[in-house]
């Protein structure tokens, strides 16, 4: 869906849109698993200078491999945004300081704002840095390569490089006495 500051000079634009699976291209490690479901509400907040205001919520399930394991991992996407977008064209005027509220600002070009960018954004900025399964994931062996939530490899740990282990005596005898 197209938002376009010509409807917006006229009046709000209410959107209600159902984005089926494979639509909006994410990242190569992750997948839209669920048609995304968002509603909401666009409004142009200044007529001279174009500043989009995008409010609304968003629903969706996502794929993507466990960081511990590399199993397949769902991670469900239950999101209300409020976002501002100003012209590029502001932020190409020259060297300026941006101000704390300017962070926050997002930016696009033409005549309007295409509205699977806006939702593509918002997925991916809420996704979870470290991607697990579940909390309990005891991940992969480092000695065999073998996913402990299958079955217990039987590896022994390697036992600790002895070079190293007058550092860990150091801290424990320089350490301050209070």
């Not at 995008?54 to 491999?65: F, N, Q, S």
């Not at 991916?124 to 217990?152: F, T």
Request: include cysteine.
């Amino acid at each position: 869906m197209y938002i376009s500051l010509q409807h917006l000079e006229v009046k709000p634009v209410r959107f209600k849109v159902e984005v089926p699976a494979g639509e909006i291209d994410y990242d190569v490690s992750v997948t839209q698993a669920s048609q995304l479901n968002a509603e909401g509400t666009a409004q142009l907040l200044s007529r001279s200078l174009g500043e989009i205001r995008l409010e609304g919520k968003l629903d969706v399930t996502m794929d993507a491999l466990c960081d511990r394991c590399l199993e397949s991992a769902s991670i469900p996407v239950n999101r209300s945004f409020d976002l501002v977008y100003m012209p590029a064209e502001e932020s190409r005027s020259g060297e300026v300081e941006i101000d704390q509220a300017a962070i926050e600002v997002g930016f696009y070009e033409g005549s309007g704002l295409e509205l699977n960018d806006v939702l593509r954004e918002v997925v991916l900025l809420s996704l979870p840095m470290q991607v697990v399964c579940s909390e309990a994931c005891k991940g992969m062996c480092p000695s065999c390569g073998e996913n402990r939530n299958l079955h217990d490899c039987g590896c022994q740990p390697q036992p600790l490089d002895d070079r190293w282990s007058k550092l860990k005596n150091f801290r424990t005898e320089d350490s301050p006495r209070n």
